[in-house]
């Protein structure tokens, strides 16, 4: 399967994931969200795992790629529901989904080039992206001053981890497999969501609504990034984080059909740039 319909496939995946864990976060908070989604998601993982895990070749020192894969994908989960949290859908998702620029830097650091007609296409999508989170401010009279500073400094802090984890996710999945690697990063994440829970004494205890909710995308989250780590082996690797950055397009148009959040003429332009762009790399692969 290309790397670019692997990214499309974990960015509508995602798309669901942040729309039901932006208003999960703004019902019971950020930090309980966040650890139903990691733990359940891991028990998931375990359970599709458990007949052929070899739990000796974790042993080996290279389990650290997958460690700190799984602990900048938490953190940037995290910093992602802070920012649903305090700020509009189209503000936070599409700041946080413009991430393939790190990634496409992350790539060519690594010894990764594109083409340049890939790197046209990757731009559209960033370029879309882009072109919604700046029309995101036209819808937030309704949030205060303070609560958008926040939105925006927690989207950028997102949008690097996620840039991070995803390049060292890919890596570790060429050692360990995507499964195995996933579910290495799963475990780093859980302790540590759970050492925050702990420790920032945040409640633990949700509706019942909201744990089945949280658990459904958990495996939203699992099955996203799986998809993203198999890319490694394909060629071009970041092309799948430049397909996958659409998640914040999708969350953006759930929004406006669940939510009902206006979208402007302007963030429609940005919308249809970005699909365009997650064509174009599918189709130039």
Request: hydrophobic share 60%; with cysteine; net charge positive.
């Amino acid at each position: 399967m290309s790397a670019a319909l692997l990214g499309a496939m974990a960015a509508v995946a995602w798309g669901i994931h942040d729309l039901i864990g932006g208003l999960a976060s703004r019902r019971v908070g950020a930090v309980t969200s966040v650890f139903y989604v990691t733990v359940l998601g891991l028990v998931g993982l375990v359970l599709w795992l458990l007949p052929g895990l070899d739990p000796v070749q974790f042993f080996r020192a290279e389990v650290s790629i997958a460690v700190a894969s799984g602990t900048c994908q938490l953190l940037a989960t995290l910093f992602l529901f802070g920012a649903l949290a305090h700020g509009p859908f189209s503000m936070a998702a599409p700041v946080a989904g413009s991430f393939p620029l790190t990634s496409l830097v992350l790539a060519a650091l690594s010894g990764i080039p594109m083409t340049a007609y890939q790197l046209v296409a990757a731009l559209a999508v960033i370029a879309g992206v882009v072109a919604v989170s700046v029309t995101g401010e036209r819808q937030s009279d309704s949030w205060s001053r303070r609560s958008l500073q926040k939105c925006l400094v927690f989207a950028v802090l997102a949008h690097v981890l996620f840039a991070v984890a995803i390049f060292l996710g890919q890596k570790a999945a060429l050692v360990f497999g995507t499964a195995e690697a996933t579910f290495a990063g799963r475990v780093a994440g859980a302790v540590l969501i759970v050492a925050i829970l702990v420790f920032g004494r945040h409640r633990a205890r949700v509706a019942s609504h909201w744990l089945a909710a949280l658990a459904f995308i958990g495996m939203l989250d699992v099955f996203a990034i799986s998809l993203l780590n198999a890319a490694a082996a394909t060629a071009q690797p970041q092309i799948a984080a430049v397909a996958g950055s659409a998640f914040g397009v999708v969350t953006v148009l759930l929004a406006r059909l669940v939510l009902n959040e206006p979208i402007p003429p302007q963030r429609w332009l940005g919308i249809a740039l970005t699909f365009a762009g997650v064509a174009s790399l599918a189709a130039l692969e």
